[in-house]
């Protein structure tokens, strides 16, 4: 099946600057490529999802960035704000609007203001 | 619109018993699955469920299994429970197939064996 690492697990960052956020994948099928970002205590909520045949999508100061060769894809985060610490967690799928989802392990951002 | 609910929020266990989550999805969504999240291993893909069926299953044991109910509900059952099966318990639910959906997830059950 689908395996999904995620790096890194904690990352620290001033507010206003920028994070990364790296994953990759082992299955060359999967074409569907969600985030998820969860605030303590709270419910995995959508915050972008890249399909295989884009490259590149933005959302205001959330950009996802694919790589099909090389099976990884990242989250970069500008500007960053004290209300985007969370736990992030990249995810892949076959399907597009999936729900079968396989996630890497997540990665805890801080931001200090 | 509703969002995903699920019940109970809480449960306390003991080793050996068997317990059921209940999950009721977004109007419209027929297809649930269930995830298992720990600490230790993140978020989980137990299995999902599709029109009553079936449709894609993770790496768990047999002791975890599911249904689904013709008004896309689903409930999954865990038996013979282990400590390590203490975790939060997601269900989400999607559109799966039409560009653009995505999967909603529920606030979890958390499930404490002792």
């Known amino acids: 099946g689908e395996n999904v690492e995620q790096h890194p697990s904690t990352l620290s960052v001033q507010e206003g600057d920028s994070a990364v956020i790296k994953c990759t994948y082992s299955?060359?099928?999967?074409?569907?490529f969600p985030w998820y970002k969860q605030e303590l205590g709270k419910r995995p909520q959508l915050i972008i999802d890249?399909?295989?045949?884009?490259g590149e999508k933005k959302d205001q100061r959330i950009a996802v960035t694919l790589n099909k060769t090389a099976k990884h894809f990242s989250l970069h985060i500008t500007e960053t704000q004290p209300e985007d610490s969370a736990v992030y967690f990249c995810?892949?799928?076959?399907?597009?609007?999936?729900?079968?989802?396989?996630f890497g392990t997540g990665t805890r951002l801080t931001v200090i203001p | 619109k509703a969002g995903v609910t699920q019940t109970p929020r809480y449960l306390i266990k003991t080793r050996g018993q068997q317990v059921t989550l209940s999950c009721s999805p977004i109007?419209?969504?027929?297809?649930v699955s269930w995830y298992q999240q720990t600490p230790g291993q993140g978020l989980q893909f137990l299995f999902e469920?599709?029109?009553?069926?079936?449709?894609n299953k993770g790496n768990f044991p047999g002791r975890f299994s599911g249904r689904q109910f013709s008004n896309s509900r689903s409930e999954m059952n865990v038996s013979t429970l282990e400590l390590g099966d203490s975790a939060l318990y997601l269900c989400?639910?999607?559109?799966?197939?039409?560009?653009?959906?995505?999967?909603?997830f529920g606030q979890g059950t958390r499930l404490t064996v002792v």
């Open positions: 299955d060359s099928a999967s074409n569907y």
């Open positions: 890249i399909r295989s045949n884009v």
């Open positions: 469920y599709f029109s009553e069926t079936q449709r």
């Open positions: 989400a639910s999607s559109l799966v197939g039409v560009t653009g959906a995505e999967a909603f």
């Open positions: 109007s419209g969504h027929r297809s």
């Open positions: 995810a892949a799928s076959l399907e597009t609007g999936a729900n079968n989802l396989f």
